[in-house]
């Protein structure tokens, strides 16, 4: 029995390998003396050390590799001496007068080797006859090992045809029987070691036999080597017996590891021809088997056959490949009624791999096997399982990356229902390997019709989940977000009709996205709302009789309810923003109550909801910028318009803040394309507001602080000033440009002032401007020669 102590095994590995060297000195003695007898003697002796039952497989490897090294020389002796005149038959004969059975066998097969060289013989008689003696040998350890030795030294001399070894007709059929006897009967040892010591050693003993597997794995590989196995014999012959071997063995380990073999080391297109054959063992095999391991390796295999392309793909088609592995697996996972969900969704995933490689063009396959994979997944109360869910996202992927258009996954009719079984975090994974998987590709979903089953499988990112809380804007959650806003601008139809359709489309499902995604996913919807817009400038709308066509009016109405979600969250500021980007839009489109509309909503949402001072000066800004663009309004309309936003100007809180939206109001009165724009009186009302606002400053300044401050903000005026008189107009002259250099030389050079270099910089930057045009002459540098600095 293999003992438990560790330095017990280790005291007798020791004593093993004193006593094999020992005699191996003896032998080594004996043969450089030519003497055959002491030489068998001494070698006997040596190889009686591979008796015992007390290693371990691991330690008596190590016994059996010194062994087997001292064998090698004993083989060089045993030609030699057959050199020399000693008959080789003779010398068979001898060795088997050895006294105990081990030593004999080994120095049988030794001298077996070389009597299968000397050609004295015919091959396949020396084999049969070795092959039948280790019969002898019952403890599987020790069988195991001696086989394998048997095997070591005569696969070198198989009658294989071309060897030099090749007898008659059917020598070949001795080779393969060969092989499978050795391989039979290890195998059957190999089985029997879980049976041998107490049961509470049994994973002990099965880590053990783990280790041996390749021993008996190498004969496979041997019978793969053979030249004469050609299709015929492997599919008559081949590989009915070793099916047989591995079902009657009844063993988890052994099954699933000579089926792996078999898979590996006999070629694709044997696979493809056996197909039924080796698919009718598997669910024959133990119920603990790794089944699906087994299969995936076997598709694997197939589908990088079929990926060479030309003649191969035919024969899958003569052999029904893809009816036979999807019968297959439906009768495995049929009897195998404790396989995981997990190993269901590897078949199927597995399965699609093999049908995307052999039969891109069958999407009623991939939908079958999506189908399949749904009715399995429906069985099961909750998916809960990491490995089940990571196969779900492989199988939900592999169409995707075949065919790098979501497209065609749409017209699956079974994607989505497949993707409803993974928990809520994967969901968001797989919508996110979706949008990238369009993006990556430049995918065009130009249909309403798909945008709305895109949307349907991506809901995991554009709805809130019940377990996510409202404040966890994270990193990864606004990346999310981001790759939704980027798909939405992707989508794009040429008929302006299918278009609006696509905007209703999207605008349905991302209003449903709660209050942390609509900042995200609304401003991606309204610019494509006024692409589309500009796409229809000019269009005459009274044209058209049919109240479904597409029309301007009809977006902004669109956008203008889709903004107001924004106003619920709230989201002012960016609400505010949008609103004047769709005013300017309906500016381009002459469409002047609509953009009046818009900048009262805007105007509504900076006096009732924007409160913070900083956003309000951001606010106030976009409102001047934007009013400045606008050419559509009627005076009556700009008036009010205007006189509101100077309102504003003048109420911020802060005083420079209300100074430079004052300066900036300016722009509102002066448009240089518009000739009904030109307001220079009002142009200079909001100059000198600004230059009294900036009084104001200077004067707090010194109250508070015992200086006048800084005199950036004039600098800042005055710049507006050389503007406007750059521009024409007639109201800025140049004495009140001049008095202003004066103002501001003043306040820099005054008792009270403060020193500061970044005004310095700025006032002499904007008189080397006035310098520059003074020196460029023309009309301009005449102006500008009239300003004395």
């Known amino acids: 029995m293999i003992a438990d102590g560790v330095e017990d095994e280790e005291k007798w590995l020791s004593a093993g390998i004193a006593g094999l060297q020992q005699n191996a000195f003896y032998m080594h003695r004996a043969l450089d003396s030519n003497n055959l007898k002491d030489a068998l003697k001494y070698s006997a002796q040596m190889l009686s050390e591979l008796r015992t039952s007390r290693l371990s497989p691991h330690k008596y490897y190590e016994l059996y590799m010194r062994a087997f090294d001292e064998l090698r020389k004993l083989e060089i002796f045993f030609k030699e001496e057959t050199s020399r005149g000693c008959s080789i038959v003779e010398l068979y004969e001898l060795v088997q007068h050895a006294g105990n059975i081990l030593p004999r066998l080994y120095l049988l097969c030794t001298v077996g080797s070389v009597y299968i060289k000397s050609k004295e013989a015919p091959a396949k008689d020396v084999l049969k006859d070795l092959v039948e003696m280790c019969r002898g040998i019952e403890h599987p350890l020790r069988g195991l090992f001696l086989r394998s030795y048997l095997s070591q030294v005569s696969r070198d001399k198989l009658p294989d045809i071309g060897s030099e070894y090749e007898g008659d007709a059917d020598t070949v059929m001795d080779a393969v029987e060969f092989v499978l006897q050795n391989f039979t009967e290890m195998n059957k040892l190999w089985v029997r070691m879980q049976h041998q010591g107490p049961t509470r050693e049994k994973d002990k003993r099965e880590k053990e036999r783990s280790e041996l597997r390749e021993l008996v794995g190498k004969n496979l590989h041997v019978l793969s080597q053979i030249e004469g196995v050609d299709l015929e014999m492997y599919k008559e012959i081949v590989l009915p017996r070793l099916l047989e071997q591995i079902i009657n063995c009844k063993d988890e ?52 056959y079929a990926a060479t392309g030309g003649e ?18 439906g009768k495995v996972i049929e009897a195998q009624d404790s396989l995981p969900i997990a190993g269901v969704v590897t078949l199927y995933a597995s399965l699609l791999t093999f049908t995307l490689q052999v039969h891109p063009d069958r999407l009623d396959y991939v939908d079958q096997i999506l189908g399949a994979c749904v009715l399995k997944l429906s069985e099961r109360e909750k998916l809960d399982d990491n490995k089940a869910t990571k196969q779900i996202v492989a199988l939900l992927s592999a169409p995707l990356d075949k065919y790098k258009d979501i497209d065609t996954a749409l017209k699956l009719s079974n994607y989505p229902r497949v993707m409803e079984f993974l928990n809520d975090g994967t969901n968001k994974e797989m919508a996110n390997v979706i949008i990238q998987n369009i993006m990556k590709n430049k995918t065009r979903i130009s249909t309403a019709e798909k945008v709305d089953a895109l949307f349907e499988l991506i809901k995991g990112l554009i709805r809130d989940l019940d377990e996510v809380h409202n404040d966890e804007l994270d990193e990864d959650f606004q990346e999310e977000q981001n790759s939704v806003a980027r798909l939405i601008q992707m989508l794009h139809s040429d008929d302006p009709e299918e278009m609006l359709k696509i905007i209703n489309t999207v605008r349905k499902h991302i209003l449903t996205g709660g209050a942390k995604r609509l900042p995200y996913t609304v401003p991606p919807l309204i610019f494509d709302s006024l692409k589309l817009v500009r796409r229809l400038e000019g269009q005459d709308e009274s044209a058209s009789g049919d109240e479904a066509s597409t029309t301007p009016k009809k977006i902004f109405q669109i956008v203008a309810q889709t903004i107001e979600a924004l106003t619920s969250i709230p989201a002012p500021e960016l609400a505010l923003a949008l609103y004047l980007q769709c005013a300017e839009a309906a500016n381009d489109s002459d469409l002047e109550p609509v953009a009046y509309e818009f900048f009262t909503q805007a105007y509504i949402l900076y006096e009732e909801e924007i409160t913070d001072s900083k956003a309000q000066v951001t606010s106030i800004h976009l409102i001047i910028g934007t009013l400045q663009r606008m050419h559509v309004f009627g005076v009556e309309n700009r008036d009010a318009l205007t006189h509101k936003a100077t309102g ?82 007639a109201q800025i002259t140049v004495e009140s440009i001049q008095g202003l250099i004066e103002l501001i030389r003043s306040e820099m050079q005054g008792d009270g002032s403060s ?5 310095d910089a700025f006032l002499a930057s904007t008189l080397r401007y006035i310098q520059f045009q003074k020196d460029k002459g023309g009309a301009v540098g005449e102006k500008y020669k009239l300003i004395i600095v």
């Open 755 to 759: 020193s500061d270099p970044a005004a």
């Open 312 to 329: 191969v793909l035919t024969e899958f088609f003569q052999v029904e490949a893809f009816a036979k592995l999807n019968n297959a697996i």
């Open 253 to 304: 380990l052994a099954q699933y590891y000579l089926m792996d073999c078999i898979i590996q080391v006999f070629p694709d297109e044997y696979h493809l021809q056996t197909l039924e054959t080796l698919l009718n063992a598997c669910p024959q095999l133990q119920s603990s088997v790794d089944v699906k391991t087994v299969l995936s390796r076997l598709m694997e295999r197939l589908s990088n």
């Open 648 to 729: 504003y100007s003048a109420k911020l809180l802060k005083k420079p803040d209300q100074c430079r939206a004052v300066y900036a109001c300016s722009h509102m009165f002066w448009l240089d394309e518009h000739d009904s724009i030109r307001d220079g009186e009002r142009v200079l009302l909001c100059l000198k507001r600004a230059i009294r606002i900036g009084n104001a400053v200077q004067q707090m300044s010194n109250a508070t602080k015992g200086n006048s401050g800084s005199v950036v903000l004039f600098i800042e005026i005055l710049n507006k000033y050389l503007y406007f008189y750059e521009k024409g107009v």
